[in-house]
């Protein structure tokens, strides 16, 4: 198999937050800690983002912007970037994907996917 040039591999892990959440209120908030990790052969940027999330009442938000949390990581071969951001929902239950747009050092353009993953607050048992 041929080596890759432009490959980003993307994880999310995904974290419920009740303190800032008003379940009253229809306020559900989620810290995401995202981790990008430049799995291809040539140094690339990460210029912005596009995200979708969507809530369990098929309420959409879409956000697009430069860079995440106010930087334009640059990635060379097998490095990574970690972040954590949040998002607020209506329901206890979402989703969020999206993409990066990334620029190579070649100065090749492409979308990086993000996988859609689930805003889920934690079931409480009794």
Do not use: C
């Not at 940027?45 to 990581?73: K, M």
């Amino acid at each position: 198999m041929a080596e890759k040039k432009h490959d980003i591999t993307i994880a999310t892990r995904v974290t419920f937050i009740p303190d800032q959440s008003d379940a009253e209120d229809g306020r559900y908030v989620f810290a995401y800690t995202i981790t990008i990790t430049n799995t291809g052969s040539t140094p690339v940027q990460l210029v912005s983002r596009h995200w979708i999330i969507t809530d369990a009442n098929n309420q959409v938000q879409e956000v697009r912007g430069l860079g995440v949390v106010g930087e334009q990581p640059y990635l060379r071969p097998n490095e990574s970037f970690e972040y954590t951001s949040g998002a607020a929902i209506a329901t206890p239950v979402g989703t969020m994907r999206g993409s990066y747009q990334m620029v190579a050092e070649d100065g090749v353009r492409f979308d990086a996917p993000i996988p859609e993953f689930t805003l889920s607050m934690p079931r409480v048992l009794h």
